[in-house]
């Protein structure tokens, strides 16, 4: 099993930056292919990226391409989110997840999630 805890949120202004952190515990983070999620009021979660277990592959959904990089340091059992040239339409709680097995992009595949943390881009 593997606990996960988000940090880093906050609120910027519209063309801004932040970088979220996702904290694990467990001797196995390395094993998981990891991802991020985001969700507002209303709507259903919705996958943003994921990065492979070794690191060596990531993928994006478009509406963030180009803008946010997703990495991890397994050293530290840590995997980040760094978020450039924000919009407000990136206003959301934003997840990290975790999963056996190979890149998926839906909620259904994820068995590990942590608490949330909430970003908020100013106009």
């Known amino acids: 099993q593997v606990q996960l805890v988000e940090s880093g949120g906050g609120l910027v202004q519209a063309g801004g930056s932040l970088r979220l952190s996702c904290a694990a515990s467990g001797r196995t983070f390395s094993s998981y292919v990891m991802g991020w999620f985001r969700q507002t009021p209303g709507k259903e979660r919705e996958f943003v990226a994921a990065?492979?277990?070794?690191?060596?592959?990531?993928y994006y959904t478009r509406s963030v391409t180009g803008r946010f990089t997703i990495s991890r340091d397994n050293a530290k059992n840590t995997m980040y989110l760094q978020m450039n040239s924000l919009k407000p339409e990136d206003t959301a709680v934003y997840y990290c997840a975790a999963r056996l097995g190979a890149f998926r992009t839906s909620t259904d595949d994820y068995g590990y999630w942590g608490q949330g943390s909430q970003v908020t881009v100013s106009s």
């Open positions: 990065i492979s277990w070794s690191g060596g592959s990531t």
